[in-house]
Every structure is written in structure tokens, then in C-alpha cells.
């Protein structure tokens, strides 16, 4: 079963169409990075998963259940991106409030909220109002409310934005935490480094739609653009280099091939091809594309076109 | 149960936004200009006066206090509850409760009865206290209190459903100018339809009873203080004013006002249900 699954998700605020035709699958227990420029629909789309905001089109399940299932939501924990909650309550309070909502019994709210204060480096403020809050506090009590359920899966809007480095190597550990619990995570975020740093798998949308998911975790399923240059780079061995990866392409310049290939493990068999072929090698170059290169490559074609 | 939550959550920040103490205080004071002019207002009838007029200015002096009661009461249950859905969607606040597995009138419904609740805790203080303070100075008792009272109360119950509903789709202050306004012009309504009874233009009457539809909330004063002094009613000491009821509401408005806090409160569970946040 999948944490989440959309297929032809819309959403139309009159004559504006927020979210055009998203369709999105993440895995139970996946780091899952959701990407896009400003206005490409992220928020809206976050919005009708989590039930605040209805489709107008389209369906979607979280958990196995469909879009709205209020005993489904006992098992999500959701972090917003505006996170300003009622500033007169106690940190304490607060968590135990949104445990009481969460439907957990007092002896277990009591035991989870001194733990969930510490985890989130609170541990010495739980009596203290969250009008006193820095910004970066406020996130953390907030990402400690998100995980008072012991959810199956988490939403996080931009977790890191209000954060210093300490704040945000805090989040990064959390994050690695919930993946070694088995626990989905749906990370909304501008950083790339961190989705980069963070997430198994990444996909992008622009103006609504799901653009391309990409892998993103080391090992052999990482996508790698390799150059080489041969003594004949003629029609036959283009299309030979065809069954090892996609984007064929020769600069007739400078002789040199790339393409993409689905991971490192292709290589040698790409070499021992080569020389069956009676090629003369010269080069051969992989190189591991940035997530900043891929949004760029991937958002910025779709923005041209 | 999340109704529960949500309504001890209501009273909690009624608590801690010093609401509750302020109110307090100042409703106190409120009581305390009322003592103080209602004791040198006897002091003076009680030299020139017959038990008769004593007891009618007495009561009309009560009734101006009370009066003023049911205005504050109506005022105040807008302003303090104006901002509490508007503002929460707002500041986005709502968002992570609604993400909880509780049901959204819950959140509408619990709010709404945690108002109803400090309004008839507030109510009982003032017109309490007013009732009270006249009886152990001067003797002089109140007619169907309870029924009276309920009909202060229902009034505040009106104008809380008005922006109970109003919150669920209208900015905060958008809100209060509906409700407000709604209110001047049910207070408005009522005036005319007073004078037009004085010189019995039926024309007046019926924009008052039109008025009283819209805001069935003016009209259920004159309801209670003609439960409270039933004889000042057809007094002809005191001249025109807003404790002398010469347009009798029907009794049918009580059910009127009744049913139409109802149909708005369930419109207002039923509204944010269905809204986008």
C-alpha cells in the first residue's frame, strides 16, 4: 500500500487552476521531496492532501484511504508553512492539546511530550508561553506536534526555512530518524541542498503538473550523465550506446557522446561493449547531476517551452 | 469530545487574553456607579415621595441598568467573538487542528458554546448584581426573573450566531460591520416601530416587525421587561423610552428568535464544513 497516491489531482479556484494534473506516488517509509518554483501549486496541493482544501477533480488516497478520512488523520502529522498557533498556550499545553485532538490518552500524552520536547531541543521550555518564541522555536514546537501521533506519515512545509544551521541539522537528523521508523515524509522545501541531502526520491511540478520524479538516494538506480569520446562515433555506435541509458546525444564538434544512464553499474559494461565494438576509447566521464542542475533542467526546459 | 476541547480551549483564551479579568473589572465598576446613583436617588425619593412613586422610580432606575446590560452584553459578544474563526483562518492557526481526526463543526460548535457560556456567566453578573444591589436597599423585587433573563441571554445567543456564521466566510472586520450594522438597524427598526405604536401609524409598526426579523434581538428586550415590570408596561407615570414597551412583541418572536439563532448556528456548522482553507 502507498503513503500517498494521486492520480489527476485538480484544484480550480474559479477561472484560476491552481493545480493543473498532479500524479504522485510515495512509498510507505520514503523521504519524498516535493519541488517547484513560487506559484507552481505546491501549497494548494499539500492543502487538498491533507483534506483543508477539496478537489475539483480527480483522487487521491493517503494511507490507503481516501482524501478527507478523518480516522486516517490520526495517523499523519503535518508541520505547516505558516505555522503560527495559539501564542498564549505553554509549550506543554500546546503539545498536549494537539495530543488530546490527536485522540492519545493522557498517560501516553504525558510520556511522549517530555520526550518530544527534548527531541526537538525544547526540553527546558515547557512552561514557557509560545509568544515568547523565536521563529526557530516555534518550528521546533511545531515539528514536535507533528510527531505526537507517531504518524505513518509526515508533512512538512518547509521545515527548515525559519532554522539557523544548528536548527536545521536538528531537522535533517529528525528526517533520518523517521526514515530508520519506517515513517513516509513529505518535505515541501526551497533548500535543495537539504531535499538533496534528504530524500530518497524528488519530484518536480511546474504550473500543476508533475513534471519528472527523479531517484536521488546514492546507489546504482542514481541517474549519471557519462561523456566519452571513441575513435569512430558513427550512426551504428549511436544506436549501439542506445540500449545502455536515454539522451543519446553526439556534439559533432567535439566528437564527444553523452547520455544518461540509470547508474554507475552500467559503466563497465558500457567499456567491455566498446571494446567488443573495436572502438578506441579516449574518454569516458561520469558525472553525478546537483539536484540544482536537474530543477534547473527539468523546470527550466518546461519554463522555455 | 473534540467540541469539548475545543470550547475549554475557547475559555482558556478568553483566560489568558485577560478577557475574563478585564470584563471582571470593569463590570465591578459598572455595578458600582450603578449602587452609588441608585443610593442617592433614594435618598432624595425617600424624603418627597409616596411608597407609590418611590416603587416606580425604583423599577425604572433598575430597568435603565438593565437596559444597559443588555446592550453591553450584545456589544461585547461581538467583539470578543468577531475574530475567532476569521482570525484563526487568518493566522492559519486552523490548520493544524483541522488536520487532527476531529470534525469541523466541532471546532464551530465548541467555540460557540464556550461563548454561550462566559455571555450567561457575564450576564448573570450584572443583571444579578443590579437585581441584588436594588433589593437590599430599596426591597423592591423583579417579576419572572429567570424567564427574563433568558430572553438577555437569548439576545446575546443572536448576535453570537450572526458572527458565529459571519466568521466562517467573512474577513474579521467585514464580520463585525454585519453584525453591527444588523444590530443598528434592528435597534433603529425597534425605535420606529415605538413612536409609530405613539401615533398609531401601522406603516411605522411594520417596519419595526420587519427590522425584528432581520435581528430578532431588540425586540426580545422589550420581551423581557415586560416579563420583568409587567405594571410599568402600562404605567403612564414614565414617558416614552426604551423600558417602556407600548408595541408589545408577540410571543411568537421569543420562538421566532429561538429558531432563528438555531438555523444560523447550524448554517454556520454547516458553512465552515464546506469552505476551502
Known sequence: MLAIETTH???????????????????????????GPNGAGKTTAVKMLLGLTAPT??????????????????????????FRFHEWLRAAEFLDLHGRLYGLPGARRRAAIPDLLALVGLADRAETQLKA?????????????????????????????????????????????????????????????????????????????????????????????????????????????????????????????TLTIAGEETIPRLARWLHEQEQNLYTLSPQRLSLEDRFLQIVGEESEG | MATFIFAQLTIREAQRRRILWVALLMGIGFLTVFGVGFHYVMLELEMFSD??????????????????????????????????????????????LLTKPVRRWEVVLGKWLAFMLLLALYLLLLAGGLMLFVYLRSGITLQNVPAGLGLM??????????????????????????????????????????????????????????????????VLWRRAVTLFLPEMADSPVMSAGPFVVI???SPAMVWYALFYTAVLLLLALFSFSRRDL
Not at chain 1, 493545480?19 to 504522485?24: E, I, P, R, S
Not at chain 2, 416606580?56 to 446590560?69: F, P, V
Open chain 1, 57 to 82: 477533480a480527480g483522487e487521491a488516497t493517503l494511507l490507503g484511504a481516501p482524501l478527507g478520512d478523518r480516522p486516517t488523520r490520526a495517523r499523519i502529522g503535518f508541520l505547516p508553512e505558516h
Open chain 2, 51 to 96: 411608597g407609590g412613586t418611590m416603587n416606580t422610580a425604583a423599577g425604572g432606575l433598575l430597568a435603565i441598568g438593565l437596559y444597559a446590560t443588555s446592550l453591553l452584553v450584545t456589544v461585547m459578544t461581538v467583539l470578543v467573538s468577531v475574530t475567532t474563526i476569521s482570525g484563526e483562518i487568518d493566522t492559519h492557526t486552523i490548520e493544524t
Open chain 1, 133 to 257: 518564541f523565536s521563529k526557530g522555536m516555534l518550528q521546533r514546537i511545531g515539528l514536535a506536534q507533528a510527531l505526537l501521533n507517531d504518524p505513518e506519515l509526515v508533512f512538512l512545509d518547509e521545515p527548515t526555512s525559519g532554522l539557523d544551521p544548528l536548527g536545521r541539522r536538528l531537522v535533517r537528523d529528525i528526517i533520518t530518524y523517521l526514515r530508520e521508523e519506517g515513517t513516509a515524509v513529505f518535505l515541501n522545501s526551497h533548500l535543495l541542498s537539504e531535499v538533496e541531502r534528504t530524500c530518497d526520491r524528488v519530484t518536480f511540478i511546474r504550473r500543476g503538473r508533475t513534471l519528472e520524479t527523479i531517484a536521488l538516494r546514492d546507489g546504482p538506480e542514481t541517474a549519471v550523465r557519462l561523456t566519452l569520446r571513441v575513435g569512430r562515433p558513427d550512426a551504428a555506435l549511436l544506436q549501439g550506446l542506445a540500449q545502455f541509458g536515454e539522451h543519446v546525444l553526439l556534439d559533432r564538434g567535439s566528437g564527444a557522446i
Open chain 2, 247 to 249: 408595541s408589545q412583541p
Open chain 2, 153 to 218: 441571554l437569548l439576545q446575546g445567543l443572536i448576535v453570537l450566531s450572526v458572527t458565529i456564521l459571519g466568521g466562517t466566510r467573512l474577513s474579521t472586520l467585514a464580520n463585525g460591520v454585519l453584525a453591527f450594522m444588523l444590530f443598528g438597524i434592528a435597534f433603529l427598526g425597534s425605535w420606529i416601530e415605538q413612536i409609530g405604536a405613539l401615533f398609531q401609524n401601522e406603516t411605522a409598526v411594520d417596519i419595526g416587525i420587519i427590522t425584528s426579523l432581520l435581528l430578532p434581538n431588540e
Open chain 1, 9 to 35: 489531482l485538480r484544484k480550480e479556484f474559479g477561472s484560476k487552476v491552481a493545480v493543473a494534473d498532479l500524479n504522485l506516488e510515495v512509498a510507505r517509509g520514503e523521504v519524498f521531496g516535493f519541488l
